[in-house]
């Protein structure tokens, strides 16, 4: 047995817990004081510098999901895992090529900002913040339960307690601290999860005379040498080319990601954050995969069980991978400093993406589509802390209301939302002078309504959980029939070999006998061949379960690039059928202040 | 400090070539960027034997763990030739427009 504390609360990572809430809160306190306007509330008076930005960009889109997920994947699925981990970061090079420079000279706050700015406000405002919101609510939905559900697994905490902790921590730091304090928040996890990281590699590097030969070599020999070779993840060339697509465009349209570039005073430093961003998230990735192959062949080394059998005992999905590792190479200390760090991580991303809600809830649909544009500083600010609570209760009693169901496709889901939706309406907008207002409008609307249609019925969710009760039932039912199958098997095996062979009889000396033993050949013959007619009809019955099996009617796991493609059809399309004259007028307007940023806010 | 109004620079050659310049640099390094990635996943899709062979006779890594690193590592190479040519040449050029309308 491999013995953990796993699963108890751990001292340590109580006070690491305690000085972290401490110290963010203590910052939020001193942002307090210093968050009056909107350019303070919504983008820390664009006084955080490239480096900051780059961390605080970092902190924003490391989740607690890739720390754990793809140790976890790694640990147990090998190169699989290292894989999925390439696709989380390569949609950082398009935001630098194409996103970040036009978005910080042309936007005040939010995407919609850029949208917007040569077509007609309220119509593209409400439809972008349906785009915001949907994204920002399905990867809040996911964060929270899968909080509670680390936690209880963690330390045996229940579920509501730890959703309550994050829920209240989240948006005290929005509420009070506005964007100055959740982009510390942001820097702090970044710097705590990017130094956990790279003590933990050091670790295990230090465990392997620091040679990744070795380590890979050990890996090979506890799993053989194709757990150092592409295997199941990918087998359909057009899900993972569709997935590729989603992880890419749609980290360029993430709302909280994107809202982050208004926080830097000038372009420069926009472009500078995105290098550094990369280049961390680059980095943790790397670490990552490090770590769950350490975690793979480190774990259990001394008890002699393989460490992906200790690490499936605990969580089938891997997910302790990584604090496992730091238990057997640090002891319970660097678990318990792990642990708090993992829940530094969820906080910060919650934290940005609560005030990438309340932006979208504040400034485009409150002040761009009731107050038509008009609105005093200080009712904008007091509607986004309105919002903010209100966003934070509804994320909260939706991860209850999620509660030990299966959310991790949610995540899935909000990148292929911001990929379909608000990618193809902000590219266009920027790019392309005859994108008219009804294009974009119907290409947000359609983009969102699709990727939530075609994942609904992608058997994702199809078959895993909307007939989950049918699927497993028949996969039940099938077990069985197979089962009732080898035992037909073993019996007809073992009556076969009852049959006397031809030699046999004829060397039998008496006639008597010699009749008798063709009659028991013939009569056990008969009842194998009644054995054999038993296994047809099983072999009938399963063929008939199977057809029972639920199928879903797309058939492809990843259909985001169908609901991408959508999106971009729609708004070429309609920018034809409803062209805009006075859009494609003032394109040459907006392009002196994109490439020069003359008139940027 | 220069005299033109703002409206003067959209056919002002120098920032129809600022412009023009620009959106070569980023598609050009978005396309690579593209051929980058995707190119790490048809050969996954379409040909995992070449990403399975072992680097040498005498190890038992991949060729497959260079080239997903590689993908990472290079993605964020193209981002510093952005920001290289980015903080030298297009910055600039943009001083110089902006000059121009004296501001």
Do not use: C
């Not at chain 1, 640090?330 to 760090?341: M, R």
């Not at chain 1, 708004?571 to 490439?595: H, M, N, Q, V, W």
Request: charged letters at 15%; hydrophobic letters at 50%; aromatic letters at 10%.
């Amino acid at each position: 047995m491999h013995t953990t504390t796993i699963g108890t609360l751990n001292i340590t990572s109580v006070l690491f817990f305690v000085l972290f809430v401490i110290s963010t809160l203590s910052i939020t306190y001193w942002a307090a004081k210093r968050t009056r306007t909107t350019k303070d509330f919504y983008a820390a008076g664009r006084s955080v510098t490239g480096l900051q930005n780059g961390l605080a960009l970092a902190g924003d889109y490391m989740s607690a999901a890739s720390f754990l997920g793809i140790a976890g994947l790694v640990s147990t699925r090998g190169y699989d895992g290292l894989i999925y981990s390439v696709g989380w970061l390569v949609g950082w090079p398009i935001i630098m090529f194409l996103i970040s420079e036009p978005l910080r000279n042309l936007g005040k706050y939010t995407f919609a900002d850029v949208v917007a700015f040569r077509l007609s406000q309220r119509p593209i405002r409400a439809a972008a913040a349906a785009g915001s919101l949907a994204v920002v609510i399905f990867y809040l939905i996911a964060q929270m339960v899968g909080a509670g559900t680390l936690f209880r697994l963690m330390f045996n905490l229940p579920f509501e307690v730890a959703v309550v902790l994050v829920g209240v921590l989240m948006v005290s730091y929005v509420l009070f601290g506005g964007m100055i304090a959740t982009t510390w928040v942001q820097i702090i996890k970044a710097v705590l999860l990017l130094g956990g990281a790279t003590l933990l590699v050091f670790l295990v590097l230090n465990r392997v005379d620091f040679s990744y030969g070795k380590l890979f070599g050990m890996a090979a020999e506890k799993y053989g040498d194709k757990f150092l070779e592409p295997g199941q993840l990918v087998t359909d060339p057009v899900d993972a080319f569709s997935l590729g697509l989603a992880l890419m465009f749609g980290t360029a349209g993430l709302p909280h990601i994107l809202m982050r570039f208004y926080t830097v005073p000038d372009v420069q430093a926009a472009r500078k954050s995105v290098f550094f961003a990369t280049g961390f998230i680059g980095y943790f990735y790397i670490l990552t995969v490090t770590i769950g192959f350490g975690a793979a062949v480190l774990i259990g080394a001394d008890s002699g069980k393989l460490g992906r059998d200790i690490i499936m005992s605990i969580d089938k999905g891997g997910n302790m991978a990584g604090p496992l590792l730091a238990e057997a190479l640090g002891g319970s200390v660097f678990l318990g400093f792990l642990a708090a760090v993992a829940f530094a991580t969820i906080l910060a991303v919650v934290a940005g993406l609560t005030l990438a809600g309340a932006s979208a809830l504040s400034h485009d649909l409150y002040v761009g589509v009731i107050r038509r544009g008009q609105s005093a500083e200080k009712e904008e600010v007091k509607v986004a802390k309105i919002a903010t609570v209100g966003l934070g209760l509804t994320a909260m009693l939706l991860a209850m209301a999620f509660k030990g169901q299966n959310v991790a496709f949610m995540v899935g889901l909000a990148f292929a939302i911001a990929a379909s939706a608000n990618f193809p309406a902000l590219i266009l907008s920027l790019m392309w002078k005859k994108f008219s207002t009804q294009a974009a409008v119907w290409s947000i609307y359609i983009g969102m309504i699709s990727a939530v249609a075609f994942i609904v019925m992608s058997p994702t969710v199809w078959v895993d959980i909307i007939h989950k009760a049918d699927k497993d039932a028949i996969t039940k039912q099938i077990a069985e029939i197979d089962g009732k199958v080898k035992t037909v098997d073993a019996e007809i095996e073992a009556l076969t070999k009852q049959i006397l062979p031809a030699d046999a009889i004829a060397a039998i000396k008496k006639k008597k006998d010699q009749a008798a033993a063709v009659q028991k050949n013939t009569q056990t013959q008969a009842s194998i061949d009644g054995k054999k007619k038993d296994k047809d009809a099983l072999a009938a019955q399963k063929k008939d379960a199977g057809a029972k099996m639920p199928v879903a009617p797309i058939k492809y796991r990843n259909p985001g690039i169908f609901s991408m493609g959508l999106a971009f059809a729609i708004g070429i399309l309609f920018s034809f059928i409803f062209p805009e004259k006075d859009a494609e007028e003032k394109f040459a307007t907006e392009k002196l202040r994109e490439y020069v940023g003359i008139g940027a806010e | 400090m220069g005299s033109k109004k703002k409206e003067d620079l959209l056919n002002d050659p120098d920032f129809l070539e600022l412009v023009s310049k620009k959106n070569t640099i980023s598609w050009i390094l978005t396309v690579l960027e593209l051929v980058l990635y995707f190119g790490f996943i048809a050969l996954i899709a379409f040909n995992k034997p070449f990403l399975a062979q072992k680097l040498a006779a005498d190890t038992k890594t991949t060729i497959g763990i260079p080239i997903a690193v590689g993908t990472i590592l290079g993605s964020w190479v193209l981002t510093g030739i952005y920001i290289f040519w980015a903080n030298t040449k297009y910055d600039s050029m943009v001083k110089k427009l902006k000059d121009k309308i004296g501001g």
